[in-house]
């Protein structure tokens, strides 16, 4: 089975272009996440997509960061204009998703284990 | 603060050595518990779950007290291919999204 792929692997841009990265999870995987590591300090969550639609897109930075998932398959993360302050590591994970019915009836979320991808090292100059 | 801290190290051990990892989170509604490995630049991989009443994989023990909102991991009889950071994360919410410490470096030397 093939692991979760990111594109590109390394990217140094100059600051306020504008840079696209990739992400393919592993198939079947319903839920994709972005991280980030910035150097330093630690991995912080960006955004959760369940299929297309976006679960969560708390950590996401401001609105220079743009995530997408046409379809539910692949994801991208697109950063327009970038800044320095964008460098940093930045890692996709897949899981499955599995719902779980709480006491009282409301519905929960089981942590899977989520596979990351290598990531994608970006260097804003 | 952090929602997750851990003692950056690094821990310097000798091969054979057992060594003890530990972890707090702020957040009390935490739901699941991991330690993740990871390699120089390369990706987290998980290392294992763990479980309230405590787990054991081979050389690996982890343990959670939710009381003290505390999580340890203990390796035993330490090899050089355990060197690495060791990333306790936590889960909490709907969503699944892990919250990383920030990792403990761990040397292992000949």
């Known amino acids: 089975e093939a692991g979760v792929t990111q594109f590109p692997s390394h990217s140094v841009i100059e600051k306020g272009q504008t840079v696209t990265l990739r992400c393919d999870p592993i198939?079947?995987?319903?839920?994709l996440y972005w991280y980030r590591r910035v150097m330093g300090k630690e991995i912080k969550f960006l955004l959760h997509?369940?299929?297309?639609?976006?679960?969560?897109e708390s950590g996401m930075p401001n609105n220079r960061f743009l995530a997408e998932r046409t379809g539910g398959t692949y994801s991208t993360l697109k950063v327009q204009p970038a800044e320095l302050e964008d460098s940093g590591v930045y890692f996709c994970?897949?899981?499955?998703?599995?719902?779980?019915?709480?006491?009282?009836?409301?519905?929960?979320?089981?942590?899977?284990?989520?596979?990351f991808g290598p990531g994608t090292r970006l260097t804003v100059t | 603060r952090k929602e997750v801290e851990q003692d950056p190290g690094p821990f310097n051990v000798p091969e054979g050595a057992t060594v003890a990892f530990n972890c707090t989170y702020s957040n009390s509604a935490s739901q699941s518990f991991f330690w993740y490995r990871q390699d120089c630049r390369k990706e987290p991989k998980l290392l294992m779950s763990?479980?309230?009443s405590g787990n054991e994989d081979g050389r690996f023990t982890a343990q959670l007290n939710r009381a003290s909102q505390y999580i340890s991991l203990l390796i035993r009889d330490s090899k050089l291919s355990d060197s690495a950071t060791y990333l306790c994360?936590?889960?909490?919410?709907?969503?699944?999204?892990?919250?990383f410490g920030q990792g403990t470096t761990l040397q292992v030397k000949p």
């Open positions: 198939s079947g995987h319903d839920n």
């Open positions: 994970a897949s899981s499955h998703h599995f719902v779980t019915e709480l006491a009282g009836g409301a519905s929960g979320f089981l942590a899977y284990e989520q596979y």
């Open positions: 997509f369940v299929k297309e639609s976006k679960q969560d």
């Open positions: 994360v936590v889960s909490s919410g709907n969503t699944g999204k892990l919250i």
């Open positions: 763990v479980y309230s």
